[in-house]
């Protein structure tokens, strides 16, 4: 038989300091103990593998130590802790609410709460999984859990918050567990590493922890699967293909293709990733991902945001540094729209390959938009000019039109007011050219003719 123990379990922490990325619970947990606040009943949430269950149990075993440290931790050498680490301890009771989720098991708990602790000063209760409980049996746990016994605590565990009823939350202190980051895993894996003497690439532990989507325990499973495989050296090469990731490479080269709107380079890459049995969807989504981090990197105060490790990285610097913003924005939006409407296009591959014959063409199609409205710009300019123009011969005419009205006006009233005789009178417009009778606008009787 096999002494084999998965990382998972052999590497669980045992300190709430060895815990991966939950410093805050820690923390908190660590003040209660020190002002002796603890309270009766917690709920630990959070996404799997980051750890619920772990402070659980070291909660529960530093409650009942009988010599904490200064740092209130256990200290893995009294009689409680050794009983704890043999999982001979009867005053840590571990129930698992998925499959114990009547009514009757709850009975059973009550029960059990009744009976005070052989050793140490608490009992606790941790229930996993409390969210699968039913409603019968949570409105039958609500009493004890209420008001429990001094000596009773209880610890809840769940990764879906939201199907717990209000009155079992309201009842309970509420820690909010998040999710590991990259960053985190990658020290906890080079850690275990350099203790099993395994050597292993930085970009390696980088895909592992990128895999495992910030659970701690997923990184761990996916490590031993890892080094099942390769043995005692980790390779960039062996984890991609262990676990059928698509290489950096393909997506450098598709972004230079672009770049250079060669069609044909293109096309030839995509085809060779389908032949290697990868989804399109998949690469959509890696390609996605990639223009994000090259534009990322167009910035130096948005760098810490690029979670890969320090080769990687310099080669986004590199690209980063030849293209430009407003093809990355139109890229990420042409593979956000292709996406989106992948499930509903009947030819996946034809749907990837319009896309990406879209994204060849951004650089083309934003000069043509460039040229088109520098032509329209001339255009409606010209327009303007010519409007205007035209608007300044017409104002000059009416001008002309209204300064000759009222010189005429003038020169008739002025012959009238003067007592001219008839003979030397006259009522007519002093212009009587045949010219000026078109054109003069007053009414007088010598225009009108």
């Known amino acids: ?21 939950q410093g805050h619970v820690a923390g908190t947990l660590k003040n209660a103990l020190a002002s002796d606040h603890v309270a009766h009943a917690f709920l630990f949430t959070g996404p799997r593998g980051v750890g619920k269950t772990t402070c659980a149990r070291i909660l529960a075993k530093i ?11 256990a200290c893995n050498e009294c009689s409680s802790c050794k009983s704890f680490n043999d999982s001979a301890s009867f005053n840590i009771i571990e129930l698992d609410a998925a499959s114990n ?7 059973a708990l009550t029960e059990q709460v009744r009976f005070q602790p052989q050793q140490g000063k608490y009992k606790v209760f ?5 969210h699968m409980l039913s409603n019968q049996a949570f409105n039958a746990f609500l009493k004890t859990l209420e008001e429990p016994p001094p000596y009773a605590i209880f610890i809840l565990a769940t990764t879906e918050k939201h199907k717990i009823i209000p009155t079992i939350l309201s009842r309970c202190q509420i820690f909010d567990f998040r999710r590991i980051t990259i960053a985190d895993m990658v020290l906890q894996l080079q850690d275990i590493c350099q203790k099993e003497g395994i050597e292993a690439e930085g970009d390696a532990l980088h895909i592992i922890a990128q895999k495992a989507d910030g659970a701690m325990r997923d990184a761990l499973s996916i490590f031993d699967r890892i080094t099942s495989g390769a043995g005692k050296k980790i390779t960039y090469e062996a984890v991609i293909e262990n676990l059928n990731v698509l290489d950096y490479d393909y997506f450098f080269k598709i972004t230079d293709a672009l770049l250079a709107e060669d069609s044909a ?18 690469f959509v989504l890696g390609l996605a991902e990639h223009l994000r981090n090259v534009l990322v990197c167009k910035d130096k105060a948005t760098l810490a945001l690029l979670e890969v490790g320090e080769s990687l990285r310099e080669r986004y610097r590199t690209q980063a540094a030849i293209t430009p913003a407003s093809f990355l924005l139109t890229a990420l939006n042409l593979c956000n729209d292709c996406d989106i409407n992948f499930k509903m296009a009947r ?19 934003v000069k043509g938009a460039d040229l088109e409205k520098k032509t329209l710009d001339q255009t409606v300019a010209g327009e303007l000019q010519f409007a205007h123009t035209k608007w300044q011969r017409k104002h000059s005419q009416w001008q002309w039109k209204l300064c000759h ?33 078109r054109q003069c606008p007053t009414p007088l009787r010598g225009c009108l003719g």
């Open 126 to 130: 941790i229930i996993d999984e409390v």
């Open 265 to 282: 380079a293109l096309m030839n890459q995509f085809d060779e990733i389908l032949r290697k049995g990868f989804d399109p969807e998949v």
């Open 101 to 107: 989720n009547s009514v009757e098991h709850i009975r």
């Open 1 to 21: 038989m096999s002494n084999f123990i998965v990382s998972a379990r052999k590497y669980r922490p045992q300190r709430f300091q060895d815990v991966v990325g």
């Open 347 to 365: 030819y996946k591959r034809l749907h990837v390959e319009m896309a990406l014959l879209k994204m060849c063409h951004i650089g083309r199609a």
């Open 405 to 437: 009205a009222k010189r005429c006006q003038q020169s008739f009233r002025a012959d009238t007011i003067s007592n001219v005789q008839p003979s030397y009178r006259t009522d007519r417009c002093p212009e009587s050219s045949i010219s000026h009778k």
């Open 63 to 73: 409650l009942n130590c009988e010599n904490r440290t200064p740092e209130y931790e």
